[in-house]
């Protein structure tokens, strides 16, 4: 039978990456202009927030390698953290790259694994991810070059402008 943490009304039965996940999800949440953290970060958000005490030595392995995208399976294979530089990390975004061996695997908690007062935390995710992608877009110079040669046969239809440009090519 799962325990009640001494520190926080959550119950222990927290799965380590679910566990992981929720750390990462807070840290971004109270610190939004920060790209990633730094994996003691990491482990001491988890310690802080009490979901298991004590602090499961799997809380490290997962943030090392087992739920990091792009690293290989060894042998966890999910797909909720993203390695951005030596000793950092963020919550992986769909659209990441990530390694082959883990297509396919968990990239967030399922909402009945996680304890009632962290489900709103995969709103908040869904939200992030879909800010990090319109953000993209916004700033990306050939998507915004998009459609910006229209005025150039704005007087002409596309076929009449494509075969002026052939005249003579014979």
């Not at 001494?6 to 566990?19: F, H, I, T, W, Y």
């Not at 809380?59 to 951005?84: C, I, K």
């Not at 939200?127 to 704005?154: I, M, R, Y």
């Amino acid at each position: 039978m799962p325990t009640i943490s001494s520190r926080s009304p959550v119950l222990s039965a927290v799965k380590v990456a679910d566990e992981v996940w929720i750390a990462v999800a807070l840290l971004h949440r109270e610190h939004p202009d920060a790209p990633d953290f730094r994996i003691e970060q990491i482990v001491d958000r988890a310690r802080r927030e009490g979901l298991h005490e004590p602090l499961r030595p799997g809380v490290y392995v997962h943030v090392v390698s087992h739920s990091v995208a792009n690293r290989a399976p060894n042998p966890g294979r999910y797909r909720m953290l993203f390695d951005t530089q030596e000793g950092r990390r963020r919550l992986y975004r769909p659209g990441d790259p990530y390694h082959p061996a883990r297509e396919g695997s968990k990239i967030t908690p399922d909402a009945d694994d996680l304890p009632q007062g962290y489900r709103g935390l995969l709103q908040w995710y869904r939200d992030w991810t879909e800010s990090a992608v319109e953000d993209l877009v916004k700033n990306d110079p050939l998507l915004k070059a998009q459609a910006s040669g229209e005025k150039l046969w704005a007087d002409e239809p596309a076929d009449e402008y494509v075969r002026r440009l052939r005249e003579g090519w014979e």
